[in-house]
């Protein structure tokens, strides 16, 4: 049977015994999953670096008490920043989901000349990174920022390696993990934000030679990093 991995700092425990009390976990394990008492599931504290295997006993509406069965430690996580305009739909849900997938660490949605939709649903989006963390056996969940218009975001990055996705002749291949790669919306760059990048010390990043979508892009970016 599948144990099912949930990850939060939101928990106490008293000895043995551990009460969990993260309002969406409790509802997920409840209205979601129907997990029962007697059933196992796995806590992940990306903060303390920690797997506890915990069997439930007790479930209720403020919180799920459970006998830690073990505890072990567990590496960090390390990955890149992905840097993306905000898409319009579902669209940037989708680079979100895919990025958590591929350890990205990092998420900041950037406002550009041709982006639409200039906000974001943060707690939604933050929710979506975590079941992705979840589901893909991560142990941290990525931070997604506050969005930046590209001018602010690349002041205060000054001085980074940036990476802007871009055709270009020249392909990098060997990105590092903790690199800042920078997606552009749907219709692309403008010629001012190209030179913004140049001002910058930005550096194109060619994703093939196929014209992506920008959501393909984002997600074939997050896969460079890993």
Sequence with gaps: MKIHRFITKNYKKEGNIIFILDENIIHQIKQVLKIIPGEQIKLIDSEALTETLILIKQIDKKEI??????????????????????????????????????????????????????????????????????????ISVPEITEPQKLKDFLEENKGKKIYFAHISEKEQTNLDKESIVCVGPEGGWTDGEISLFEEHNGIPLSLGKNVLRAETAAIVASFKMQ
């Design 65 to 138: 008490r459970g006998d830690i069965i073990s505890t072990e430690k567990i590496e960090g996580e390390f990955g890149g920043t992905l840097a993306c305009a905000i898409l319009k739909g579902d669209h940037f849900d989708l680079v979100v989901e895919k990025s958590t997938e591929l350890g990205i660490q990092k998420i900041i949605p950037l406002i550009t000349d041709r982006v639409i939709k200039k906000s974001i649903n943060k707690e939604r989006l933050q929710k979506i990174a975590t079941e992705a963390s979840e589901q893909s056996g991560r």
